[in-house]
T-cell receptor, first 113, second 110 residues
Framework: DSGVTQTPKHLITATGQRVTLRCSPRSGDLSVYWYQQSLDQGLQFLIQYYNGEERAKGNILERFSAQQFPDLHSELNLSSLELGDSALYFC????????????FGPGTRLTVL | DQQVKQNSPSLSVQEGRISILNCDYTNSMFDYFLWYKKYPAEGPTFMISISSIKDKNEDGRFTVFLNKSAKHLSLHIVPSQPGDSAVYFCAALGGFKTIFGAGTRLFVKA
């Protein structure tokens, strides 16, 4: 158990809909990262927050947005969903901003029908 | 544009032998590297890391080697055990970006 929690575990929705994925980092960790893993693909870095502020951005679509709240939990919002958004979404946390090992949650499996 | 490549999608090794997992990167800004192991239905688990100021880091059965001039790193597992069967990802860090390779599936046969 990494100490990172993600909810929900599974999510099934329809094209055009909007969903919110939630992540609680390990106690004491200030950074939260979001990754997308499509079928048989590697992990694609989406975005990083550090202590409530956006720190780095990867290949995140404009339809996706995220935020980190004062209690350090984070939410990833996916809107106007398309079939290709079906994937595993992982959240990770670390203490620092960079050069830290990241601890991953179990992931949320999103299926868009 | 694949900045971090794991060219072997899978690797099969006999129990007790050495497993060597390879990773190549293209961007010189990367200066910290990590290896993660992933079992099905779980998130990746950190295994070992190496900074660009080193060329080797050991932790028990696991050793990571870094060749900066070749932009290549490798993870050695010796002796390999059936419980090591998983997907292994290398990751490169630099400029506040973390780039993962596509992963190599390791099968350790008993």
């Amino acid at each position: 158990d990494s100490g990172v929690t993600q909810t929900p575990k599974h999510l099934i929705t329809a094209t055009g809909q909007r969903v919110t994925l939630r992540c609680s980092p390990r106690s004491g960790d200030l950074s939260v990262y979001w990754y997308q893993q499509s079928l048989d693909q590697g992990l694609q870095f989406l975005i990083q927050y550090y202590n409530g502020e956006e720190r780095a951005k990867g290949n995140i679509l404009e339809r996706f947005s995220a935020q980190q709240f004062p209690d350090l939990h984070s939410e990833l919002n996916l809107s106007s969903l398309e079939l290709g958004d079906s994937a595993l979404y992982f959240c990770a946390s670390s203490f620092g901003q960079e050069y830290n090992e990241q601890f991953f949650g179990p992931g949320t499996r999103l299926t868009v029908l | 544009d694949q900045q971090v490549k794991q060219n072997s999608p899978s690797l099969s090794v006999q129990e007790g032998r050495i497993s060597i997992l390879n990773c190549d990167y293209t961007n010189s800004m990367f200066d910290y590297f990590l290896w993660y192991k992933k079992y099905p239905a779980e998130g990746p688990t950190f295994m070992i890391s190496i900074s660009s100021i080193k060329d080797k880091n050991e932790d028990g059965r696991f050793t990571v080697f870094l060749n900066k001039s070749a932009k290549h790193l490798s993870l050695h597992i010796v002796p390999s055990q059936p419980g090591d069967s998983a997907v292994y990802f290398c990751a490169a860090l630099g400029g506040f970006k973390t780039i993962f390779g596509a992963g190599t599936r390791l099968f350790v046969k008993a």
